[in-house]
């Protein structure tokens, strides 16, 4: 019996924590959203910029840049994908008979 107490006691203290968690992230978000005057796309920006997934481009050779790359992962996830999705199309489908 001692067992299920002790279970439910650490579900309890999870659950607990969890929503707590929960409660800083959601004042958090709502914090970020009106500093930014509740601009969802701003706040977007500016996680992206902050985090490096998003740099200010100066010059068109930046910008080819970094369209030649986005354009190689793509080729990359293609010739992966590809052969897979060729073997599933030409898998040979075998015939099942039934007797009544």
């Known amino acids: 019996m ?3 107490k ?3 006691r650490v579900t309890t203290i ?3 924590f969890g929503t707590l968690v929960m409660l800083w ?6 914090g970020a959203l009106h500093q930014v005057n509740w601009q969802v796309g701003e706040l977007a920006r500016q996680y992206m910029m902050a985090t490096g997934m998003l740099k200010p481009m100066h010059t068109l050779v ?3 840049s970094h369209i030649k790359g986005i354009e190689y992962l793509i080729c990359v996830a ?7 999705f060729f073997k599933y199309v030409n898998k040979e489908k075998r015939r ?3 007797n009544n």
Do not use: E, G
């Open 2 to 4: 001692s067992t299920v």
């Open 6 to 8: 002790s279970s439910k």
């Open 14 to 16: 999870m659950m607990a």
């Open 25 to 30: 992230v959601v004042a958090a978000f709502v």
């Open 62 to 64: 930046d910008f080819y």
């Open 78 to 84: 293609f010739f992966v994908a590809f052969p897979i």
């Open 96 to 98: 099942v008979t039934v």
